[in-house]
DNA sequence: AATGAATGAGGGTTCATTCAT
DNA sequence: AATGAATGAACCCTCATTCAT
């Protein structure tokens, strides 16, 4: 029953955006009545955030997932395939991806959001940590890391929301090449 | 009027944020009623867009009027300069830069944001296009515009609505030593 | 159009009792919307008092005017005349006063209850006071004053929501004659 | 069982009071599912009535008590002691003594305050009876009851609830002298 | 041009009651 | 008997927009 009202949030949400989607929507999109939403969420934040963080847990396991398994690998691989897993897993309806976004930029509830950089960020620091002799040497870790990870994150977003004439592949291509131009020695 | 009317909303907008700029208080602070704001816009939509252009183009101007004037400078001065303008441009009050990040991740009047980025766009792409031989050879051009921009903007609005516990200088130097890395020929 | 809502707030209380009184139902009465309601009070409850103390106002006022003129008269006469003034002034339909009632019960809300009965106790006190020597010598003003004036209201309002089988002249009688008894000294 | 609701919703009342204890509150307290209560009472109303009529008939025959075994005696012994087993009676904790005059003062639940005032009224109407001589000879014993039942449980009701700053042994000495002079002969 | 009172649909939320299990 | 999830009407209140003045 969660789990089909967080279908129907997700659902609505996509459907009427971050500012239509009203509790009665939800619980009609739910198949329910509207009181019963609140059985199981408090008030209709708790669920718009459960949707996100769904997903957003979704995400971040994705990403986890890929890295783990490369942890012995060069940076350039372990990138790249990064970078791909992130593009695949925020490669959703865009009209959630929109809703995604303007919820994590309210003020109050960009926990989300935070959390999930957050969380990313860490995956990304173990990994640099391990690896920093292939980088460049006077590279202030948390620093980079955080400047990372808002960056991919960003642009890739923005790539699938506001679908610029550019390749996928060149994308992915040249959002490589940033990050790495940036990590790596001056060669 | 309008002027009075954008300063208001300005106002409003930074003391109630995106949310709590209801049309009656942008009236009153505009000393006049609400109605009168139908006179000079066709609804609420188009004063926050405007007062939110107002205030792009402020921006573009001051980063325009950087960068014109070292045309004929290298690469690092230009972009650590331009790094500088944008970031003491986006230096304003934070709740006011909240709003307007609010606003621009709207889906209908993200507009105001994209034009801006466009514009800062094409400056950028003005200049390197001249500065291509201090390039990297394989650069397309267009894309790498499209990421560096939105990167920078991002990054910038970021640091300044997070202040995570990151240096000011560190922050701009990291900055440009991503964009600088990304762009220029490898050593 | 404040008396307009006041009026129908009036009417509403009296039809459909204390928890009936719903804003729409109000604003209905008025033949007004909803929302505008809220441009002549800033919430339900303010209507509400503000119906009652509209009405505690022209009770006391009326309780006012009969003792006021009567300063100089003896005890029994000015207690029988306030006693007359106050049960009509009370004789109102059921309906309302039983609302009234409701109100006053409330928790949050007693204050115009006690309001009334503090301007009431005042004067009363006040009368008493220039009267002392015909009242029984040992008797403690204040707390004399306290019963008094909650046992007339009580027992008048009881009397006019109740309808016990008593003549109306033999419920006033008794009730003047409770009064004076307790005041007067023993002969 | 029945009896394990009615100390719930005894509970209740006197921790969220009349307004705040709703049925699954009330549930809860007794440790059932709110359908459980539909088991044993027709409605929430019912429930509450109950409670409230348990809370009565104690009192009801705490004062019977007291009277029963000083019907012998002069009326200023009685009366006093009836009032002091009264005030005893009421002076339970405010919370539910508040949200039994809520419930009181309810148009269709009027009922088990009335019946507790007719029950008290009907044994001190007896007594009375009894001591007629000792009474004022004119008096209309039924009137002069419904008038002292109604006057002594108010003004201990108001006492106990708004706290007055008067002692409680003025407090009973002044109502013991009220109901007195009412009824005894002009000396 | 300017007003600002009026609108009224829509918002989120509560809760006494029902009924399939 | 007992459950407790489900109901859904009703609650108070907000606010972008309109329009008679």
Redesign the interface.
Request: net charge neutral.
């Given at each position: 029953m969660v789990e089909r009202i967080l279908d129907a949030g997700r659902e609505t949400l996509t459907e009427y955006?971050y500012e239509g989607a009203s509790t009665s929507r939800i619980a009609t999109a739910a198949g329910i009545s509207p009181g019963s939403l609140y059985q199981y969420f408090p008030h209709k934040d708790a669920i718009v955030s459960a949707v996100l963080e769904r997903y957003s847990d979704a995400l971040v396991s994705r990403v986890t997932t890929e890295m783990a398994g490369r942890f012995d690998q060069p940076v350039p691989v372990i990138v790249r395939a990064t970078l791909i897993a992130l593009f695949d897993g925020l490669d959703v309806e865009p009209a959630f991806l929109?809703a995604a976004?303007?919820h994590g930029?309210?003020?109050d509830d960009g926990r989300t959001l935070?959390a999930f950089e957050q969380r990313i960020g860490e995956l990304v620091f173990a990994y640099l940590t391990t690896h920093r002799p292939a980088l460049r040497p006077d590279i202030?870790l948390?620093?980079?890391v955080?400047?990372s990870v808002?960056?991919v994150e960003?642009?890739t977003v923005?790539y699938l929301l506001?679908q610029?004439?550019?390749p996928q592949e060149?994308?992915l291509g040249?959002?490589t090449?940033?990050v790495l131009?940036?990590l790596k020695p001056?060669?």
């Open positions: 955006g929109r976004v303007e930029t309210r003020l935070t202030p948390d620093t980079a955080w400047l808002r960056t960003h642009l923005r506001d610029p004439p550019i060149q994308f040249e959002l090449t940033l131009n940036y001056a060669s």
